[in-house]
Nanobody, 130 residues
Framework: QLQLVESGGGSVQVGGSLTLSCAGPRWDGPNEVMAWFRQAPGKEREGVASLYYNSGRLKYADSVRGRFTISQDNAKNSVTLQMQMNSLKPEDTAMYYC?????????????????????WGQGTQVTVSS
């Protein structure tokens, strides 16, 4: 089973910034994708940002576009997905999960569907206080 290791969560005040990182095995091919999801208490898991790391195809949720930026660092056998989160809001408070998968889709919104991903990290907590 793939292993994803997350880091970088924490507590910050409104308007602050955090960077999350997720390291995992790297696979060749055009269908390999990594993403960040989040889940707040009592809410469903929602997709935040996704990246096909061998092609660069990106998708952001509307709620974070312009504030969050994902980037990748590829090594021969591993890939690290980072997410820079700026202008954080209380509604960004959640457990953040890294996920990876291998699928093809012509619809960008499918890149944020949790059921298409088959490997998940343990999660890292982000808390934004006012």
């Amino acid at each position: 089973q793939l292993q994803l290791v997350e880091s970088g969560g924490g507590s910050v005040q409104v308007g602050g910034s955090l960077t999350l990182s997720c390291a995992g095995p790297r696979w060749d091919g055009p269908n390999e994708v990594m993403a960040w999801f989040r889940q707040a208490p009592g809410k469903e898991r929602e997709g935040v940002a996704s990246l096909y790391y061998n092609s660069g195809r990106l998708k952001y949720a509307d709620s974070v576009r312009g504030r969050f930026t994902i980037s990748q660092d590829n090594a021969k056998n591993s890939v690290t997905l980072q997410m820079q989160m700026n202008s954080l809001k209380p509604e960004d408070t959640a457990m953040y999960y890294c996920a990876s998968g291998s699928f093809i889709t012509n619809r960008d919104e499918n890149m944020l569907r949790a059921n298409l991903y088959n490997s998940w990290g343990q999660g890292t907590q982000v808390t934004v206080s006012s």
